[in-house]
């Protein structure tokens, strides 16, 4: 009896999706909770598990396809293994016991016995995120089957050397072109509307970052002990700025048509750049958070980033943003509002730079600060004496701990 399979909930802020990848084709065998389709919408993208054990009946919504909500993208048939299914497991069974028979008379073998056997869903996965071809792993597992473990450790190897490139005819040009992904669309398109429907400013300042660093030396192990997180500056960063939000309530405020929203909470964004385009997690009520959960809840946003794995619910709402772009070595830089927020944090890299300190001139770690703001909604008085509070804390480390 055939199911179907439908796409996810989405949320009042996600309108559709696109089908990006089918991993499976109709007749192919799948395994429960094996995911067999991703769809991208424009924050995030989803998977589409298997609801059992059993074969993709047909596909109604193909690769690049607009999807609805709950829509109905396959048909399933659960227990049930196609005949095209079961012929090519007894043609690749068969394959296998030919190379066995050839390889033990002495012959060259025909197929590669790691390369016809019906791999797990797990080591196709694997083998799928390397991008390693079956046939280049030795396979160790029974019946010449690859193990996950075989993957591994064929990643470890070293790399063979790595051919001549190909040559070009003098003059000629290669292009490529691919689509824009929804993501990347999405992006573009909220970006260029923060630069036309804001009245968009940026004021700097700059930071010594001198006694964070030492703070950060001295304590680093003990917190990584105690904590089981990495001591990092963003932490600081996030507490400062909230500190700084609960001064300036404007540049926590959002707007909404003719409406200004002030917000009794502190959402802040942490912007995150993945293989999909930019991404902002939120990190909720920052205010009650510690160290060690801003530090946490960073690196787990970081790897769910990497991994594709961040979901919608991480990524909505937001009252302030930042951005760090001093880890990819951006010394200054004019970041883009993260609408309806109004403010955003720009973060850079640290660089040493002879500083004036008491008549004396020192080298000093310093960091250039960037504050987007709306104009509309926030003063330049309001912007700057925020941008000082962020200073002032950081550069006085004790104030921020000390809440004074």
């Known amino acids: 009896m055939a199911t179907e399979i439908k796409a996810p909930v989405f949320p009042e802020s996600v309108a559709d999706g696109t089908i990006a990848t089918w991993h499976k084709q109709p007749g192919e065998a799948v395994s429960r909770d094996e995911v067999i389709c991703d769809i991208e919408t424009d924050k995030v993208v989803l998977e589409v598990v298997a609801p059992a054990d059993g074969t993709i009946a047909s596909i109604i919504k193909g690769e690049g396809d607009t999807v609805l909500s709950n829509e109905v993208i396959a048909q399933f048939e659960e227990g049930a293994?196609?005949?095209?299914?079961?012929?090519?497991?007894?043609?690749?069974?068969?394959?296998?016991?030919?190379?066995?028979?050839?390889?033990?008379?002495?012959?060259?073998?025909?197929?590669?016995?790691?390369?016809?056997?019906?791999?797990?869903?797990?080591?196709?996965?694997?083998?799928?995120?390397?991008g390693i071809p079956a046939a280049d792993v030795a396979?160790?597992?029974?019946?010449?089957?690859?193990?996950?473990?075989?993957?591994?450790?064929?990643?470890?190897?070293?790399?063979a050397p790595a051919a001549a490139p190909l040559s070009v005819a003098v003059g000629e040009r290669v292009e490529k072109r691919v689509p824009m992904t929804r993501l990347r669309?999405?992006?573009?398109?909220?970006?260029?509307?923060?630069?036309?429907?804001?009245?968009?400013?940026?004021?700097?300042?700059?930071?010594?970052?001198?006694?964070?660093?030492?703070?950060?030396?001295?304590?680093?192990?003990?917190?990584?002990?105690?904590?089981?997180?990495?001591?990092?500056?963003?932490?600081?960063?996030?507490?400062?700025?909230t500190e700084a939000l609960k001064r300036y309530p404007a540049v926590n405020a959002s707007i909404d048509g003719d409406d200004i929203v002030y917000h009794g909470y502190y959402d802040i964004g942490v912007a995150v750049s993945s293989e999909r385009g930019l991404v902002v997690p939120v990190l909720r009520d920052t205010d009650r958070m510690n160290y060690a959960e801003v530090e946490n809840g960073i690196r787990d946003f970081a790897y769910k980033a990497r991994d594709g794995k961040l979901g919608i619910e991480d990524m909505t709402g937001g009252t302030f943003t930042i951005t760090n772009g001093g880890t990819f070595g951006s010394l200054l830089s004019t970041p883009i509002l993260n609408t309806p927020q109004t403010a955003?944090?720009?973060?850079?890299?640290?660089?040493?730079?002879?500083?004036?300190?008491?008549?004396?001139?020192?080298?000093?770690?310093?960091?250039?600060?960037?504050?987007?703001?709306?104009?509309?909604?926030i003063d330049g008085k309001e912007a700057v004496g925020f941008l000082v509070t962020i200073k002032e804390l950081l550069e006085e480390p004790a104030k921020l701990i000390l809440d004074l």
Do not use: C, W
């Open 185 to 241: 669309k999405r992006v573009a398109e909220r970006l260029l509307a923060a630069t036309q429907e804001t009245a968009m400013l940026t004021t700097f300042n700059e930071v010594n970052m001198k006694p964070i660093m030492e703070m950060r030396t001295q304590y680093k192990d003990a917190f990584e002990k105690r904590h089981g997180a990495r001591l990092g500056f963003m932490s600081f960063f996030v507490k400062a700025a």
């Open 139 to 159: 396979g160790t597992g029974r019946g010449g089957r690859i193990t996950k473990e075989d993957v591994a450790n064929h990643q470890t190897k070293p790399a």
């Open 344 to 377: 955003i944090l720009g973060m850079h890299k640290i660089q040493e730079r002879p500083m004036a300190v008491n008549g004396q001139v020192e080298i000093l770690p310093m960091m250039y600060l960037a504050l987007s703001y709306d104009h509309r909604l």
């Open 81 to 130: 293994v196609s005949g095209a299914a079961q012929t090519e497991a007894v043609q690749s069974e068969a394959k296998v016991e030919q190379a066995v028979t050839q390889t033990e008379a002495g012959a060259a073998p025909v197929v590669e016995r790691a390369q016809v056997a019906d791999q797990a869903p797990a080591v196709r996965k694997a083998l799928t995120e390397s």
